[in-house]
């Protein structure tokens, strides 16, 4: 196929470049004893952060001295340390957020919660990669305010960095973690990565064996990089839906969902898919989808968000049979608020078009970069993108991007081979975006590794606060860095179960309680609670069909929400303990319901249709996890609210920020996502 006219970046490839790498790197130092060690010099207390210390470690930006015009010229990387909570008898751990384009000093304090595992007796240090944060950040502020088309960004933006556009490769990055570490005073470091991060560390690995103690990779990229192509992704593709419905958690929905995804892969050839989204002010609103599209759903949302996966076996269902909204959610066009996208799209795509391995040589020129770019393309397999096309291959490519990229004058592969040491693989199930078959590749190439497959988690296990996922990666961590045998964690079950096939009337409805359309009403109604529910853990605030809602996870306040086709939803609802009131318009019985939902039983008491009800209904499976486990999550204290249940919907205890919505996203997502 031909490459011209094909190359482009949609909304959902913008987004799928700056998330591809949502990770974060962690080096364990390992340093004789004292029991404590002294605050590095150089160092004060950090303003901004309760317990951290402050300082720089200064490193060149070409460390081979082979380019003149930037001799002498230096990036002064931002470092943060804390020291261990018991004695730093075992080192010290040292944080690196990845993207490439992401600071890490800003999660400090999370990186603090997250590895706490580890921190009893290793200190902490944190510190922006070079061209981020406050390490010199990269930036192209004339091509991202002036630039028309992908080509002009590109060009534009190699322009404004210079012959300093080489030097901000992996290569680089692996070599600042050994400046840090030579800097404090450590000798052998254990590197803990995530995603884009267990490829710097496999590097470090291999470029200061002596100096490497052990790795630890959670969400493995692969050894040589990322494929320019994705063939792992697209071969990974039958096997994340298969993890995602296994022990029957898709009866009744889907005997098989990589089949629907065949059928809707079909139908989105040509013009695409057809498909309807609200948006942020609760219009709906119709749009397109591609191929491109629905792959890049199945690699990134999918991988990166629990209810994102709970709902696609359903609403590939509800599309084949004709309804288009709950594809259309998962699928809708978001546009990036990131103050920083600039930023971090230059970096990424300095680093990107340095580290990934091109079928051209950097010096081709644009016509053949073409050229060996179609032939490497059509001689793949159609077979190793099914059910997809090779067009999708290209699209979601980073062929878009570096095709433009100029020349670079160094050499940033490693070629030294892994040494031989302790290895842990942490692996989620259902992570497209870094898929298992990589993992197992580079576990291969480390004689000592061990691998932990966590079923029902996504990409960055280490990430996962959903229960009981998070128990799972805290115990093999504390075995790993215990030095202790780790257990299988086969234990684990999903958060939010596989969602039914949302109804598509009024009349597919189930009567709740009552008979008729009261019942049907009520079964509407606690459909929608249930769908803003999850709806609010997943980062967003509109309805299926329509209306909008604000607020904190504490006091929701739904503005004619439409779930079933229409049935209009208004009022307040507490996500956290499941208490809400609300009036029902439309199609159905009109009336105004409280609700009470607990962990059993929910209680639906009001007026519908004119006509006093009272009811108690067994609480949804997803519905019942949220009542159970949310509270935790949040960090919220129920003792209070459980025992005057109605104040609880109007009053936030101040151990809840306000944005209820903000905090559970930041958990959700956790450092990485």
Partial sequence: MSLRGSIHVSGRRARLILAFFPAAVAVVLAIPAPAQAAVPVGFLPCPSVSGFYCGTVTVPIDRSGTVPVLVGKTIALHVMWKPATVADTDGALFALAGGPGQAATPFAADFSLALAPALGTRDLVVFDQRGTGESGPLDCPGAMSSATSLQQFVEMCAVELGPARDFFSSKDSAEDIDAVRQAIGIDRVTIFGVSYGTYVAQLYSRLFPTHTAALVLDSVVSSTGVDTFSRSNFAAVPKVLAANCARKLCQGITANP???????????????????????????????????????????????????????????????????YPLGRLL???????????????????????????????????????????????????????????????????????????????????????????????????????????????????????????????????????????????????????????PSCSFVTPFFRPVRVDPGSLASVKPVRVKGIRGRTIGAVLGTLSDVTATALSGSDTGLRGGIFTGSLLKLRLRKLVYVPGVV???????????????????????????????????VTGRLGKKPLRIRVRTAANDAKVEVQLPRLIGLNLVSTRVGRSSASTAAPSSVPPNGLETLARLRSGLWG
Avoid at 381 to 389: G, K, Q, R, V
Wanted: with cysteine.
């Fill in 569 to 603: 939803v208004s009022g307040t609802y507490n996500a956290v303990t499941g208490i809400g009131t609300v009036t029902v318009t439309g199609v159905g019985s009109h009336g105004t319901l409280s609700v009470d939902r607990g962990k059993k039983y929910t209680t």
């Fill in 258 to 324: 990589f089949a629907d995804l065949a059928r809707m892969a079909k139908r989105a050839g040509g013009s695409g898919i057809a498909l309807n989204y609200v948006d942020q002010t609760g219009t709906p609103r119709p749009f397109r989808a591609s191929e491109a599209d629905l792959f890049g759903f199945v690699v990134e949302t999918f991988s990166l968000d629990a209810v994102a996966r709970a709902r696609f076996p359903a609403a590939l269902r509800s599309a084949l049979a004709g309804d288009s």
């Fill in 332 to 486: 809708a066009p978001v546009t990036s608020s990131s103050s920083n996208s600039g930023a971090g799209m230059a970096l990424y795509t300095a680093t990107s078009c340095t580290d990934t391995r091109f079928p051209w040589s950097p010096s081709d020129t644009l016509s053949v970069r073409e050229a060996k770019a179609t032939t490497a393309l059509d001689a793949i397999p159609a077979s190793a993108y099914s059910p997809f096309t090779s067009a999708t291959g290209l699209a979601i490519s980073n062929i878009g991007l570096c095709i433009y990229w100029p020349a670079s004058s160094v050499d940033s592969s490693v070629t030294a081979p892994a040494p031989d040491i302790s290895v842990l693989v942490l692996d989620g199930l259902e992570d497209d975006l870094t898929p298992l078959s990589d993992a197992g590749a580079v576990a291969a190439l480390y004689p000592h590794a061990v691998r932990v497959n966590v079923p029902f988690t996504g990409h960055s296990a280490i990430s996962d606060v959903w229960p009981n996922a998070d128990t799972c990666v805290e115990s093999s961590l504390t075995h790993f860095f215990t030095n202790t045998s780790i």
